[in-house]
């Protein structure tokens, strides 16, 4: 049974910096694609970043050009750099990824349990 393990949330100060990791226990066939998505009080949760199997990156525009997104293949983990963090970037984050578990079963949408960032002074 594969579980996504998050880590590297935290209490940031403004304009600092911080690296989320998601670590997938249990083994994938293979993965398609890989992200982070967050979720503020009162509000629905958005996508920041995602990566697919190719390399291919997206971001939101909220993060663009402060975040930078990134996979150890080897470790089935997914990384995730903010910098220039501010009170709007406080959300729980949580870790996706959609993959297989084997060749017979299609793609599975997993989810973290999500990680709190909280940006203030």
């Known amino acids: 049974q594969v579980q996504l393990v998050e880590s590297g949330g935290g209490l940031v100060q403004p304009g600092g910096s911080l690296r989320l990791s998601c670590a997938a226990s249990g083994s994938f066939f293979s993965i398609y694609a890989m992200g982070w998505y967050r979720q503020a009080p009162g509000k629905q949760r958005e996508l920041v970043a995602i990566?697919?199997?190719?390399?291919?990156?997206n971001y939101a525009d909220s993060v663009k050009g402060r975040s930078t997104i990134s996979r150890d293949n080897a470790k089935d983990t997914v990384y995730l750099q903010m910098n220039s963090l501010s009170p709007e970037d406080t959300a729980v984050y949580y870790c996706n990824v959609i993959g297989q578990v084997s060749r017979h079963q299609g793609r599975t949408v997993y989810w973290g349990q999500g990680t709190q960032v909280t940006v203030s002074s």
């Open positions: 990566i697919v199997s190719g390399g291919s990156t």
